[in-house]
């Protein structure tokens, strides 16, 4: 069973060592003490308290769609050609590229700092696993 550190939980949630020690001593996040005070976490807990705690930016439409992979972020760079557009959207901590016509740049009127929502719908999806950082999975 993978287990982490506090300081790769925090980064893994995306808050700070302190908010994961709140949460460790309020019982919100499970624990283990091991020798030379290392605490680790069940990577199982960790990932049930990621689901259940995710932030979800705010999704601004209101369309009902079946792609449930929705990326909330701001538009970064809009790069046009003659019939292309290379549109990229930092949602959070991830950068998603994406290639439209320029057509359709223009009608979203895709330019830096406007809201976006990149909808993925995929038939084919890549899992992998890092390797273990010095602090990662145990």
């Known amino acids: 069973m993978p287990e982490y550190r506090v300081r790769h939980a925090a980064d893994l949630l995306g808050v700070s060592t302190d908010t994961v020690r709140r949460l460790i001593d309020t019982g919100a996040l499970p624990a283990e003490s091991r020798p030379g005070g290392v605490t680790m976490i069940d990577g199982a807990a960790l990932a049930r308290h990621a689901r259940a ?41 991830h950068a998603v590229v ?25 038939t084919n999806v890549i899992v992998e696993t890092p390797a273990a950082p010095e602090d990662g999975p145990r």
């Open 53 to 93: 705690h995710a932030a979800a930016a705010n999704d601004p439409s209101s369309v009902g769609r079946s792609a449930r992979n929705r990326l909330v972020g701001l538009v970064t760079e809009v790069k046009t050609d003659g019939v292309m557009a290379q549109v990229e959207i930092q949602a959070g901590p």
């Open 98 to 122: 994406s290639l439209i016509s320029a057509d359709s740049a223009r009608e979203l009127g895709l330019a830096p700092g406007v809201l976006a929502v990149a909808v993925v719908k995929s």
